[in-house]
């Protein structure tokens, strides 16, 4: 195009078009004598745009190294993760509903299949709560005791799902950005609890790692009911028809005293065994929980 421009200017001889012959031609010799001098003074790494031409493309070096390619695992994780406020939640009592069964009153039972929680009141009724159970390949069932009860606890992810989850910190204070809500019941010497969630929304479907998850008002109510020694049931299905009985072997269920006839005193009691009450004798020992798969947390 200058080429043109140029030529023209010489045929018309316009004063304004040797002006700009003037100035375009200062420029280009600018520019192709500092290009010169960069392609003889410049090391040869630097000049790499031309590298199609001269030869291989130089050797880049990074000031930093770049993370791209390697593993999460060694990206260090955040130490301490803030699990936010700590409001005060009420309990909420659940439904109570009709439910035949030969459980000790204030014992645990929970239908993973429909994915239910039943605190006993009596040998007909029980509390019913609406739960989270274990996704697939984390399910278990076994009997536990509670071992413990903590409000807003903290949250500790095992090694596993922060290697799945390189995001997670090594620790969570309890909060509400905490995924164990504002209770924790905790189940024997294992990893398993039945807690409380801020997911709302998972109630009611197969989501957790082996946990059991509650609504907060909920798992604060049951927590207020239980105390450490409380039995806790995981079966994977409550018959449909019948009473639902505890595993054989597992608890000695204690037949409700009849009321004697009148005029016929009652039996006299054991020594040691109050009138009208079952000795107090051993329990057996209660089977392990038995999880399926129950890799990474338990939540």
């Known amino acids: 195009m200058d080429v043109l421009?140029?030529?023209?200017?010489?045929?018309?001889?316009?004063?304004?078009?040797?002006?700009?012959?003037?100035?375009?031609?200062v420029s280009l010799c600018f520019w192709t004598a500092l290009g010169a001098l960069t392609a003889v003074t410049a090391p040869a790494a630097a000049q790499s745009i031309q590298w199609g031409i001269w030869?291989?493309?130089?050797?880049?070096?990074?000031?930093?190294?770049?993370?791209?390619?390697?593993?999460?695992?060694?990206?260090?994780?955040?130490?301490?993760?803030?699990?936010?406020?700590r409001p005060e939640i009420a309990g909420k009592e659940p439904a109570t509903i009709a439910f035949e069964n030969g459980f000790e009153p204030g014992s645990i039972i929970i239908d993973t299949a429909a994915r239910k929680l039943?605190?006993?009141?009596?040998?007909?009724?029980?509390?019913?709560?609406?739960?989270?159970?274990?996704?697939?390949?984390?399910?278990?069932?076994?009997?536990?005791?509670?071992?413990?009860?903590?409000r807003w606890p903290?949250?500790?992810?095992?090694?596993?799902?922060?290697?799945?989850?390189?995001?997670?910190?090594?620790?969570?204070?309890?909060?509400?950005?905490?995924?164990?809500?504002a209770r924790a019941i905790y189940l024997g010497t294992t990893l398993y609890?039945?807690?409380?969630?801020?997911d709302?929304?998972?109630?009611?479907?197969?989501?957790?790692?082996?946990?059991?998850?509650?609504?907060?008002?909920?798992?604060?109510?049951?927590?207020?009911?239980?105390?450490p020694g409380t039995l806790v049931f995981v079966v994977k299905r409550l018959p449909k028809d019948g009473p639902a009985m505890p595993p054989e072997g597992t608890v000695q269920v204690t037949a409700p005293v009849e009321a004697a006839p009148p005029g016929v005193p009652p039996p006299a009691?054991?020594?040691?065994?109050a009138p009208g009450q079952a000795t107090d004798a051993p329990k057996p020992a209660l089977p392990a929980a038995q999880p399926q798969d129950a890799a990474g947390q338990k939540i």
């Open 5 to 25: 421009l140029i030529t023209r200017t010489l045929i018309t001889g316009s004063p304004i078009n040797r002006r700009l012959i003037n100035w375009r031609a």
């Open 55 to 85: 030869g291989e493309p130089p050797e880049r070096h990074r000031a930093e190294p770049s993370f791209l390619g390697v593993p999460p695992a060694s990206i260090a994780p955040k130490a301490l993760g803030e699990g936010g406020g």
């Open 118 to 150: 039943y605190y006993t009141l009596s040998r007909s009724e029980a509390y019913a709560y609406p739960v989270a159970v274990g996704k697939e390949g984390f399910t278990w069932t076994g009997v536990e005791r509670v071992s413990r009860i903590e």
């Open 154 to 181: 903290d949250w500790i992810p095992p090694a596993e799902m922060r290697q799945r989850k390189p995001s997670l910190p090594i620790r969570m204070t309890g909060g509400l950005n905490n995924p164990l809500g």
């Open 193 to 198: 609890r039945i807690h409380g969630t801020n």
């Open 200 to 227: 709302a929304n998972s109630i009611g479907s197969a989501a957790s790692s082996g946990c059991f998850r509650m609504h907060n008002a909920h798992v604060v109510h049951l927590a207020g009911l239980v105390e």
């Open 269 to 273: 009691a054991a020594p040691g065994e």
